[in-house]
């Protein structure tokens, strides 16, 4: 069994092992309380796991409904993407770069793993920021990475997010002023990242809009979070996933049917089984789908509640197209 010992404390010896008994179906944990499904799920997938979902309350205000170990710093695989685009919308913002600035994409800027660009073969593309943001956020490509330290180095992307009020989300220095790392975070400052994000606090309404609708975008990751739902239900999840040896990470927001966010959830974990695998059978991100259905239940179930100050974000039905 792929069970830690604080998880194993936690469930006792028979919750535990009931836990690891047909956890890759949402059934699962229909009839348990959000917190009960996660301490069964995050058992069963094994490792270690450190954890922050707050949910608007009745009077409006973010409210903590799980925490695991929040403060925990760790490595933040490609959830730290999320920390890297604000850095560089946040100069947009100040009119220090535009969104249809062009960068090039040659062949000493080419990372693989997760992504696109490196698929090509032939470099030497014109690509807007915007573009490239894009890339960076839907599909978690890595040359985006150091497409972002083009124009945002490691220290002024760290000055950046000091001056946001996060104090461990860093990146982390690589070979040169313009090469980084994607460093270290905390579940309690990614969580709190987004609801800055969703809250107008973050960035600029334009930069804010942007970023939330490239999260929402239903070309994006659908493995966890998102797995166990219909489109409709995807379209009102904004999600990034992180995954890097034996980490698996995803953060997100969840919106009402009005598109208010109404939830938010940052899962870290890390000395998880199946290190090489990073398909949708690894254990963690099959803990995430079901966790994913059942935080989308919890909110569809929330009706008539005070609303705190802060944006709504339209939700757009997806049209599919054949070209033309």
């Not at 693989?112 to 978690?140: E, H, K, N, R």
């Not at 966890?224 to 890097?244: H, N």
């Not at 966010?261 to 089984?273: G, H, K, N, Q, S």
């Not at 090489?276 to 009706?303: I, Q, S, W």
Request: charged content about 20%; glycine content about 10%.
């Amino acid at each position: 069994m792929n069970l830690n010992r604080r998880k194993a404390l936690g469930l006792g010896v028979g919750g535990a092992l009931a836990a690891t008994i047909g956890t890759s179906a949402p059934a699962a944990a229909s009839t348990a309380t959000l917190k009960e499904a996660y301490n069964a799920q995050t058992a069963a997938a094994g490792g270690n796991w450190y954890t922050k979902v707050t949910k608007v309350d009745a009077a409006g205000t973010w409210t903590s409904i799980i925490t695991d170990d929040p403060d925990k710093v760790i490595d933040g695989a490609s959830v730290q993407k999320l920390a890297v685009a604000t850095a560089v919308l946040d100069k947009v913002d100040r009119g220090l770069l535009q969104l249809d600035q062009k960068v090039t994409l040659s062949s000493d800027l080419m990372l693989s793993g997760s992504g696109m660009y490196f698929l090509q073969t032939v470099w030497g593309d014109q690509i807007t920021i915007a573009g490239f943001l894009t890339t960076l956020l839907l599909v978690s490509d890595n040359t985006c990475v150091r497409l972002c330290g083009s124009v945002c180095g490691t220290d002024e992307t760290n000055a950046i997010l000091a001056s946001k009020g996060f104090t461990y989300t860093r990146v982390e220095p690589g070979s040169g002023p313009n090469r980084f790392f994607l460093g270290k975070t905390t579940p309690n400052e990614m969580n709190l990242l987004l609801r800055m994000l969703v809250g107008g606090t973050l960035l600029s309404t334009r930069s804010t809009n942007f970023m939330v609708g490239v999260l929402r975008g239903l070309s994006g990751y659908h493995d966890g979070v998102r797995r166990d739902m219909s489109s409709a239900e995807r379209s009102r999840v904004a999600t990034k996933y992180g995954a890097d040896d034996d980490r698996r990470h995803e953060a997100g927001v969840i919106f009402d049917s009005s598109g208010r966010p109404t939830l938010t959830y940052a899962m870290f974990a890390d000395a998880l089984p199946d290190s090489g695998n990073y398909g949708g059978t690894h254990p963690a991100v099959k803990a995430h789908a079901v966790l994913g259905r059942k935080m989308f239940d919890e909110v569809a179930a929330v009706r008539n509640l005070a609303r705190s100050a802060g944006p709504s974000f339209p939700i757009e039905q997806f049209a599919p197209s054949n070209g033309n």
